[in-house]
């Protein structure tokens, strides 16, 4: 098991970044695959980035070249930068973790509006 918590939402200006950081309470050293999800008002929840413990990543085609998902063994942390920020990216973003099935924080909004 593993419980997670985020951090880092909040409200930014189109063309803004934040970063979101999501903390486990053990180890992520030998959790293959963690990232983050996120889901819209009336939409469904998406796959926004995934990072394995070897360091490969995957994104949505949404977000590339804008968001950066990084892990930090070390603090049981995995981090997603997001950049260049747009109004389509608001939404509740939740951190998972797959220990073969999918442990999920709380989730944090970000909310992108002028």
């Known amino acids: 098991q593993v419980q997670l918590v985020e951090s880092g939402g909040g409200l930014v200006q189109p063309g803004g970044s934040l970063r979101l950081s999501c903390a486990a309470s053990?180890?992520?050293?030998?959790?293959?695959?963690m990232g983050w999800y996120r889901q819209a008002p009336g939409k469904q929840r998406e796959l926004v980035a995934a990072?394995?413990?070897?360091?490969?990543?995957n994104y949505a085609d949404s977000v590339k070249g804008r968001f950066t998902i990084s892990r930090d063994n070390a603090n049981n942390t995995v981090y997603l930068q997001m950049n260049s920020l747009k109004p389509e990216d608001t939404a509740v973003y939740y951190c998972?973790?797959?220990?073969?099935?999918?442990?999920w924080g709380q989730g944090t909004q970000v909310t992108v509006s002028s």
């Open positions: 990072v394995t413990s070897g360091g490969s990543t």
């Open positions: 998972y973790a797959n220990l073969g099935r999918f442990y």
């Open positions: 053990r180890t992520i050293l030998k959790i293959y695959n």
